[in-house]
């Protein structure tokens, strides 16, 4: 419980950033901000930490210390079959698709009835799911 906690102050922070750059807590509000430059070019080191921040919200590889999947045989795998186990899988997949929607929408100025901001959304889910695919899973032993 602490560890999520831990990075939602993180994205709160982040968030209130912007919304103190903006003067506007309308998310539309960065699009028209980002018509010349991404917030994500001059803002870097804060989009690596909201990313990272993200990937712990969504307790992807590096940060799944609180699940503990492979000890504990896939965990939910063995527990839940067929329908459960879509609708879990499906509510973990689609976090990370609106934890990459607000990155998107946040850091590289996006408007939602663009070809491009799918694009955009598609480039930084499938970072998610490199991400996953390229870290080990950190032993505690």
């Known amino acids: 419980v602490a560890q999520t906690i831990s990075y939602e102050v993180s994205m709160a922070l982040i968030l209130l950033s912007f919304v103190f750059l903006i003067n506007n807590y309308n998310l539309i509000s960065f699009l028209f901000m980002q018509k010349n430059i991404w917030f994500l070019l001059m803002m870097f080191p804060m989009g690596l930490v909201w990313f ?5 919200e969504t307790n992807r590889t590096p ?49 939602m009835f663009s ?11 499938f970072l998610f799911i490199w991400v996953r695919g390229t870290l080990p899973r950190f032993r505690y032993d």
Do not use: R
Not at 52 to 56: K, N
Not at 82 to 89: D, E, P, V
Not at 115 to 125: D, H, T
């Open 52 to 56: 990272c921040s993200s990937l712990a």
């Open 63 to 111: 940060f799944d210390f609180a699940e503990g999947e492979s000890e504990l045989v896939s965990g939910f795998n063995v527990e839940y079959s067929s329908g459960g186990f879509a609708l879990i899988f499906l509510a973990e997949y689609s976090s990370i698709l609106f934890m990459s929607m607000l990155f998107v929408v946040m850091f590289m100025g996006a408007d």
């Open 115 to 125: 070809f491009w901001f799918y694009l955009k959304l598609m480039l930084i889910s």
